[in-house]
């Protein structure tokens, strides 16, 4: 049994991406739901759509390359772990990569981006980030 869904969905992002591959199907949370849209509203994806089959539902990810065939998504990285859980209050979510790159944050109102949570003057669970 897995036990982090959303280090399950990040890896195979990751390894979609090096491979190059078009699509990959991701096992389906609420959560993991929530960062594709933030991923899809930063650009790093095409598409995202939830399927179910039978009493299961999955999310198959369309994954976007640049017009040169290079990956746009060039590193993601869980950053708080069911064993090691990272907080930040709203003084410091700040920039990521100097603008480039892009912190989850679980906050009281939602799974957002850093600068919407900065914006909203709002801290919480940092969940990965990717650039």
Known sequence: MMNDLISDALTRIRNAS?????TTKLL???AVEAILG???AKGYIEEYNVV???????VNVVLKYDENGN???NEVKRISKPGRRVYRGKDQIKRFKNG???VIVSTSRGVMSNEEAHKS????????SIW
């Open 18 to 22: 090096m491979r190059k591959l078009e």
């Open 28 to 30: 389906h949370t609420n």
């Open 38 to 40: 933030i991923f899809k």
């Open 52 to 58: 179910e089959d039978g009493n299961k539902k999955f």
């Open 71 to 73: 990956r746009v998504i």
């Open 100 to 102: 480039y790159g892009t």
């Open 121 to 128: 003057g709002v801290g919480g669970e940092l969940l990965c």
